[in-house]
């Protein structure tokens, strides 16, 4: 009888109560317990592996540098001058929900990545759909499927458009030619008031104008992204890799 039930637990997909049942089968301690709370517990077993589940492919599929990044391990050393009661009101993913985005900007070194990869951990934590990726990655993504004309560009826009968080790390890393420019005004235009975007940048953007090259498009661009912002600076006197001993690649 057992092993036609956890035939059909397995059937009907439902591992994790399989897993727990056949425990609970083989252990005398749950047999003293009453039904209700046997069943609590196989019910609790089954939720936390789903759960489980869907943060691993939801991390997964956002394609993180370092998907060992956390909110708990931020490190608050006095020269970082960053706020820990905004860090942690960020975290709760409020600036999502409200399509608000988030430019973190500061030197090479200085954690930039690894606070965007923990904002972006937190939010897969609470089941939002997180991405992941360099501008200059997503600049040749697009430019490729832009000059092959079969409408896999609109396709590529398309699908930053359904995740609920954007990372682009390396933002305006250089200086943009009118083409790249086009399309990241395209991007902008696709991701604003929808997609809340995690900016990481080593320029403050008052110099985002420069890299952008052409006044007109970035004027669009940045009107729909520093508006609806919350600028993080990250401080540093010793860059997080010397904290570290990490080497500069």
Not at 76 to 84: F, T, V
Request: charged fraction near 25%; aromatic fraction near 6%; hydrophobic fraction near 40%.
């Amino acid at each position: 009888m057992n092993e036609q039930t956890i035939a059909k637990l397995i059937e009907m997909k439902m591992n994790g109560i399989a897993e727990a049942y056949e425990e609970q089968s083989s252990n005398r301690d749950f047999q003293r317990m009453d039904f209700d709370e046997r069943l609590a517990l196989l019910v609790d077993f089954e939720h936390s592996r789903r759960k489980n589940g869907k943060l691993h492919r939801l991390i997964q599929a956002a394609s993180f540098i370092n998907s060992n990044a956390c909110i708990e391990d931020i490190e608050y050393h006095a020269d970082r001058r960053l706020n820990k009661e905004q860090i942690l009101k960020l975290a709760s993913g409020t600036y999502i929900l409200e399509g608000h985005n988030l430019i973190l900007k500061g030197p090479t070194g200085s954690g930039k990545t690894y606070l965007a990869t923990a904002f972006g951990v937190s939010a897969c934590r609470q089941s939002f759909k997180v991405r992941y990726i360099r501008l200059p990655e997503l600049l040749d993504e697009l430019t490729l499927a832009k000059l092959a004309a079969d409408g896999s560009y609109r396709r590529l826009l398309k699908k930053y458009t359904k995740v609920d968080l954007l990372i682009l790390d390396e933002w305006l890393l250089t200086d943009l030619t009118t083409d790249e420019a086009t399309i990241l005004l395209a991007i902008s235009e696709s991701l604003h008031k929808t997609v809340s975007t995690i900016y990481c940048s080593q320029i403050d953007p008052s110099g985002w104008h420069l890299r952008l090259g052409n006044e007109t498009i970035a004027e669009a661009i940045l009107d729909r992204i520093i508006h609806d912002s919350y600028q993080i600076m990250i401080d540093g006197e010793i860059s997080m890799r010397e904290r570290h001993g990490i080497s500069a690649r």
